[in-house]
Each structure stands twice: as C-alpha cells, then as structure tokens.
C-alpha cells in the first residue's frame, strides 16, 4: 500500500467533505436526542463507503476508455463550474 497517496486522498477527501452537505445532514441527525448515535455513524459510514465505492468503479471504468488528462481536465472544469453555480446561487 503506497502511504503517501493514503494520506493524500484521505486529507483531500477529508477537507472536501468537511462543512458539506452531508456532514451537516449527518450532523442534524445526530442532534435528535432520541436516536442512537451509534446508529447514526455507522449509517453515515455505510453510505460514504458506498459512494466511494461507486466513484472508484466509476473513475476506473472511465479511465479505460478516457485519457487521464482529459479526466483530469474535465474534473478541474466540473469543479470550477459548480463553484460558480454556488457563488451565483448565493447571490441571489
């Protein structure tokens, strides 16, 4: 297992998802003092291995027919895109 590239996957994804959507509904479910938390974590824990999951069998499915610059590049653009959707978004 190459080190470096866990904790550089584990640091973006992590700063990623940190204030998100899904850490606040999460968080939200959580504050309902009649739910398990324990059940809430591990829901919640489920659901991001299965995401992740599908992202890996995704990006590695794309990465046979689609150069990786091109991923790469689209990624960047996608990326770009949304924040401005956001920034747009919040304006109004």
């Known amino acids: 297992m190459d080190i470096k590239l866990l904790l550089i996957v584990f640091g973006t994804v992590f700063i990623a998802e940190l204030g998100d959507k899904t850490q ?3 968080l939200l479910f959580a504050a309902d003092k009649e739910v398990s938390k324990l059940t809430i974590f591990f829901a ?3 659901a991001l ?3 992740s ?3 890996v069998v995704g ?3 794309l990465a046979r027919y689609i150069n990786e ?3 790469r590049l689209f990624a960047g653009v996608l990326f770009i895109v949304i924040g401005c959707w956001t920034l747009w ?3 109004s």
Do not use: E, V
């Open 53 to 55: 999951a599908i992202a």
């Open 44 to 46: 919640a824990c489920a």
């Open 69 to 71: 610059t091109h991923l």
């Open 49 to 51: 291995i299965a995401s």
């Open 89 to 91: 978004g919040a304006k």
């Open 59 to 61: 990006g590695a499915m």
């Open 24 to 26: 606040l509904a999460t």
